[in-house]
């Protein structure tokens, strides 16, 4: 009966980490082995069959031109002989072989017309009865026709031809000459003097040296050549095999007709070419078996080196997963401090050198944390100081005297209405600073608050104050940090302009440009002289521009590095002041 120990203690083997190398080595080694053994073997025989055949057919044709070249090379000196003057002279006589120096004359004749191919073949004339006989080599028994008549006689078939003077060209009568010279083909023609009377018979014998070079090319396990007419096949490789089908079996799957075609079965590929002008057919045979072997033999190897990876694996994981439960086990102890909240645990590190950096790494993250729990309560206590600053800055002693001032010579001059207007804007202002409680605004109010403090101030500063807002209505949702405009129109105002005389010229634009909100204060005050604008804001934080400090602050806390904060300053052309917000992380970044 399995209990439910049992039940668990089979989850807990197969959940193992031994358990799944081990499964997981099974389906990575072996299951790709066998399908690429599989294919190896299907795509591997494939592909030796298909580079054999073509390569079996282009060697079949270039022999095919060689031995077409020999006929053609021989035939012609067949022709040659058989249109001798001298040759026809001697012949045409009938005399048998007494002259000496008519001997001389038609054996150089012969040797001169067989020049170079002395080694390679024999030529044999022949008179009609037999009487005149002549041969660059022994003269060859079987061309003595006195002897032999009719079908034993060589030129019996040439004979019964007498209205024809072309050339027979015949592999039936193979022989040895006396000098140990195979002859596998025989290329016969008629000899006719000028009446047209058929007076003799030349015979060129090809012995089998000539074809010495055919195999060098491609090596085909048999080269055979088939005479069409007389249903014959010859090899061109070994003497001993000729005669009718019956004695090349390799030759039982090729039918006529007769034609370039390549077939191939289980153990050999055939190629047949047929030779132009003639009755012949050249066969190139190949044994596969000897290339297929190599695959197969490959196959076994892939799998004993399966087999032995299988075994080596099974001890590999082994050990392996003892090396690293360890470890493992103690980096999953201290991730449970760290859950329970213990932030100052530390993992002592691995001697392996991957479970060292993943304890390394688990340390640096758990000192991140803390590190990052401390910069938040600092952030939190940094932005409340900043927000409370920041109210300070607008509230200074110095803003509320110059707006009691104006109130006062309102008052004086022109009666209840404007001193009203100026009433209810500083109220406004005032209300905007001090009892709305929240950190972040639309820009559209920021741009209203802005617009209320410098209503009041060009009520106080008259036409010298000029003054441009520009906003893409695509910003007006825009949330940033409260009291970051108005702190710098104001800063751009008393710093930048009080101290010009002239024209004060103030421009705030809010536009979008690619994928950024670009907000811009200009002004064409005093500007800022050299040195005194630090490379770096952070510096802003021990100087006497806390307030510029302020806001560069609040505005890295709320968006990170997703805005840019920049001041360009001119001394005694002006000042500007841009901030680029990423509008597409705007409402993602906190």
């Known amino acids: 009966m399995v209990t439910a120990h049992d039940n668990h203690k089979r989850s807990v083997l197969y959940g193992s980490l031994f358990y799944r190398l081990i499964s997981y080595f099974l389906i990575v080694m072996i299951i790709p082995l066998v399908v690429l053994s599989v294919y190896y073997v299907a795509a591997g025989n494939n592909a030796i069959t298909k580079n054999l055949s073509d390569q079996n057919e282009m060697a079949t044709v270039r022999i095919a031109d060689q031995v077409k070249s020999i006929i053609e090379s021989y035939r012609h000196k067949t022709y040659v002989l058989s249109t001798n003057n001298t040759i026809i002279s001697e012949l045409d006589a009938d005399a048998p072989e007494t002259s000496s120096s008519r001997s001389k004359e038609i054996y150089e004749q012969l040797f001169t017309i067989m020049r170079g191919d002395t080694y390679l073949?024999?030529?044999?004339?022949?008179?009609?009865?037999?009487?005149?006989?002549?041969?660059?080599?022994?003269?060859?028994?079987?061309?003595?026709?006195?002897?032999?008549?009719?079908?034993?006689?060589?030129?019996?078939?040439?004979?019964?031809?007498?209205?024809?003077?072309?050339?027979?060209?015949?592999?039936?009568?193979?022989?040895?000459?006396?000098?140990?010279?195979?002859?596998?083909?025989?290329?016969?023609?008629?000899?006719?003097?000028?009446?047209?009377?058929?007076?003799?018979?030349?015979?060129?014998?090809?012995?089998?040296?000539?074809?010495?070079?055919?195999?060098?090319?491609?090596?085909?396990?048999?080269?055979?050549?088939?005479?069409?007419?007389?249903?014959?096949?010859?090899?061109?490789?070994?003497?001993?095999?000729?005669g009718d089908f019956s004695n090349f079996p390799e030759l039982r799957s090729i039918q006529a007709p007769f034609t370039r075609k390549t077939i191939t079965d289980s153990s050999m590929i055939i190629s047949t070419v047929s030779i132009?002008?003639?009755?012949?057919?050249?066969?190139?045979?190949?044994?596969?078996?000897?290339?297929?072997?190599?695959?197969?033999?490959?196959?076994?190897?892939?799998?004993?080196?399966?087999?032995?990876?299988?075994?080596?694996?099974?001890?590999?994981?082994?050990?392996?997963?003892?090396?690293?439960?360890?470890?493992?086990?103690?980096?999953?102890s201290s991730m449970r401090k760290v859950e329970a909240g213990d932030l100052a645990v530390r993992v002592h590190e691995s001697k392996i050198v991957e479970f060292a950096q993943l304890d390394s790494t688990f340390n640096a993250m758990v000192s991140q944390i803390a590190e990052l729990l401390n910069l938040t309560r600092e952030e939190e206590e940094k932005v409340r100081e900043a927000e409370r600053k920041a109210l300070h800055a607008q509230m200074n002693p110095h803003f509320l005297y110059n707006t009691l001032n104006t109130v006062k010579a309102i008052a004086k001059l022109h009666g209840e209405q404007e001193i009203l207007m100026i009433v209810t804007k500083l109220g406004r202002l005032l209300r905007e600073s001090i009892e709305n409680r929240e950190t972040e605004q639309p820009l559209s109010q920021s741009i209203a608050l802005v617009e209320n403090y410098l209503a009041i101030q060009k009520i106080r500063f008259g036409e010298k104050l000029v003054t441009s807002i520009e906003v893409d209505p695509r910003l007006n949702d825009l949330m940033l940090p409260k009291l970051v405009i108005q702190p710098l129109v104001e800063n751009a105002l008393i710093h930048g302009l009080e101290p010009k005389t002239g024209t004060w010229r103030l421009a705030i634009r809010c536009s979008v440009v690619d994928s950024w909100a670009v907000i811009t204060i200009s002004d064409n005050g005093i500007g800022i002289p050299k040195g005194m604008l630090p490379e770096n804001l952070e510096e802003l934080a021990n100087s006497e521009h806390i307030g510029l400090y302020n806001i560069y602050r609040r505005m890295q806390l709320r968006f990170n590095t997703s805005f840019s904060f920049r001041i360009d300053s001119i001394e005694g052309e002006g000042t500007e002041i841009s901030i680029a917000v990423r509008r597409d992380r705007e409402e993602n970044v906190g």
């Open 276 to 332: 132009p002008g003639t009755s012949f057919i050249v066969a190139g045979v190949t044994d596969t078996t000897v290339h297929r072997q190599g695959i197969t033999h490959f196959f076994f190897i892939i799998i004993m080196v399966a087999l032995l990876g299988l075994l080596v694996a099974s001890v590999l994981a082994f050990f392996f997963t003892r090396s690293i439960a360890k470890p493992v086990n103690r980096l999953t």
């Open 121 to 242: 073949a024999s030529a044999t004339i022949v008179s009609s009865s037999g009487q005149a006989r002549y041969s660059t080599h022994l003269f060859p028994s079987r061309y003595d026709i006195r002897y032999n008549r009719n079908d034993w006689n060589p030129f019996f078939t040439l004979s019964r031809t007498a209205g024809e003077n072309a050339s027979v060209i015949t592999i039936e009568n193979r022989y040895a000459t006396q000098t140990n010279a195979f002859v596998f083909m025989s290329i016969y023609r008629k000899v006719r003097n000028t009446a047209g009377e058929e007076v003799g018979y030349v015979a060129v014998d090809i012995f089998q040296e000539a074809l010495s070079s055919l195999n060098n090319w491609f090596r085909f396990n048999e080269i055979i050549l088939i005479d069409t007419d007389n249903f014959l096949a010859s090899s061109l490789l070994t003497t001993d095999r000729f």
